[in-house]
Every structure is written in C-alpha cells, then in structure tokens.
C-alpha cells in the first residue's frame, strides 16, 4: 500500500461500476483515492463513498453533463457570458459541497479556456508535432497564429475566472476545503504560466493554490511554450496537490516509468505533506501501475504505508 492516492480516471470505460473501479485499485495497493470528472450524479446514486478515503475532487463532480458537452455550451468559470459563467461556478460549488461531505482537502479546478479561437490551429500544430516538424517554418507560423489569436481574446476570460475564484474561494473557504488551479493540457485552457501567477496574486491566501500536473507541464514545454521546470521555480510554495502520470511526445496519462518525464528535475520541487494522486488512462495494466508505484517509491516520491 501506498501514501497516494488513484484517481478514477484510471476506471471510467475500463470497469462498467465504480465499485469495480475500488475493488480493483485495492487489489493493486491503493487506500486513498480522487474523484475525477468522469464520475457523474449516476454513478454515485446510492454509492456509500464513506467506505473510502478521498483525497480530493477534480471539478466538475459528479459530472451533470461531460466535460465536452460544458465546453461545447461554455459553461465555464472563465464564460464571459454571466448565464454561462454561474452554471461553471455552480458545478464547482458542487464539487466543493462533495469534498466536504466526504472530508476530501482539495477540490481540482480547471480555470476554463479561452474562446472565439480557431481551434484547428491547435490541431494543426500537434499534427506538425507528431509529424516531427517542430523545425520547420510552418510550424513557427502556425505556433505565432496561434499565440496573437488566444493574446487578443484571452482578457474577457481571465476577467470572468477572477469573478468566478472570488465566489468560489469563499465558498470554499465556508467549507474548510482548498481550491488548487491546475496547469494545463491545452494551449487554449487557462492558465497559462503568467496568467497562473496574476490568478494566485489575485487571492493571495490558503483557499487557493497551485495544483501542479506534471504531463500538462511537460506537453506545453515539448509544443514549445514555456519550461516545464518555470510552472515549479514560480508556484511550488502554491503547490496544494499533484497529478503524477508519464508522457510520450504530446500523449499524457501513462503510468510511470513509461514515458519521458524527467523526474529528477521535478523531485525537488516537490513539498511534502501535498496531496499526491496518480492520474492514469484506463489502457494501463494492473502490472504496469505496480512498476509504476514501485519507480515512484525508488524516486523517493511516494512512500509505502
């Protein structure tokens, strides 16, 4: 057994039942565990979550809607649309009500995106990616589109998350649980490494802080914007929790020891005494994620228990 916790991501589309999902996470060694995105208001009817140790909550759950379907309607926290905006606050409020039902610490919040931006630009830069012509002109003029684009839309949506993170920080503040701003995936999303630190100088205190994912950081260095090692050197004193998983190239959520992360950069960094939480894609085998805990205890990263 092991000091940190597996996310349920690691079951959705891999088991048919969440109680599947614990079964088996138990099985392999995991105690603690965080309820991902994927956990919808069906799923946890009749559930007796009490049965397990929650670290943590990541936004929106339980899930009324997918992820794709809030983004696809903007129901964002960084909707510059009020009616759209509030239906993002009220599905994280939900979160943070769960957390505290549950005595999980932290809730996982994704900040929104930045919108009226021609999404294939982002596709057309990971397709040059995977292609291998991130040396290339082309890319640099897709890369360069792609920056002035989200540069003049991105103030309205920052604007919306700093009203959304005042409403939500009291809300959560009242519920005795901590909001952490994760890094991440997408160049479109929120935040980016300055708008992280503007959004934690925004609410400087212990309601709020700095969930660190360790592929997102990795994915937005290997497409070229930013360092990884930036996103720790600024906002590891933030840091309230962290998703650990491997990267290959642009493609995240491996279990350890299967990608390319280079974690003696990251170990560090890292404080102790966050909440640490594994964030594996179904594909992993049981057998790979046992490698993974145990590269993860050699690293000095997780501890058995």
């Known amino acids: 057994m092991w000091d940190t916790a597996l996310s349920t991501m690691w079951g959705i589309g891999r088991f048919e039942r969440l109680q599947d999902f614990f079964s088996a996470a138990q099985q392999i060694g995991f105690r603690q565990f965080e309820l991902n995105h994927g956990v919808s208001e ?18 929106p759950c339980p899930s009324q809607v997918s992820p794709r379907t809030l983004r696809m309607r903007d129901w964002l926290i960084s909707s510059p649309d009020e009616d759209c905006r509030q239906q993002g606050v009220r599905a994280t409020k939900r979160s943070i009500d769960l957390a505290q039902e549950i005595g999980a610490s932290a809730i996982v919040v994704h900040p929104g995106r930045v919108n009226n931006v021609d999404i294939q630009l982002e596709d057309e830069l990971w397709d040059l990616f995977e292609a291998g012509q991130t040396q290339t002109a082309k890319y640099d003029e897709v890369k360069e589109r792609l920056v002035v684009a989200r540069s003049a839309q991105a103030g309205i949506h920052l604007d919306a998350v ?7 920080a009291e809300h959560a503040g009242d519920a005795g649980v901590r909001l952490g701003l994760e890094n991440r995936y997408h160049y479109l999303d929120i935040p980016l490494l300055d708008e992280m630190g503007a959004l934690l100088e925004f609410i400087d205190d ?9 592929g997102h950081g990795q994915t937005l260095d290997n497409l070229g914007f930013g360092s990884h090692e930036e996103w720790l050197r600024r906002y590891a004193a933030r840091m309230v929790g962290v998703h650990l998983h491997d990267i290959k190239g642009i493609r995240d959520h491996h279990a350890v020891g299967l990608g390319e992360i280079d974690w003696d950069m990251i170990k560090p960094y890292i ?35």
């Open 271 to 305: 404080p102790a005494g966050i909440v640490r939480t594994c964030e594996f894609r179904k594909h992993n085998t049981p057998e790979q994620i046992t490698a993974a805990m145990q590269s993860l205890v050699d690293m000095g990263y997780v501890k058995r228990v």
């Open 206 to 214: 212990e309601r709020v802080g700095f969930w660190y994912d360790v």
């Open 162 to 168: 700093r009203r959304s993170l005042a409403e939500l």
């Open 42 to 59: 069906k799923m946890l009817d009749g559930f007796d979550l009490g049965r397990y140790r929650i670290d943590s909550v990541h936004e």
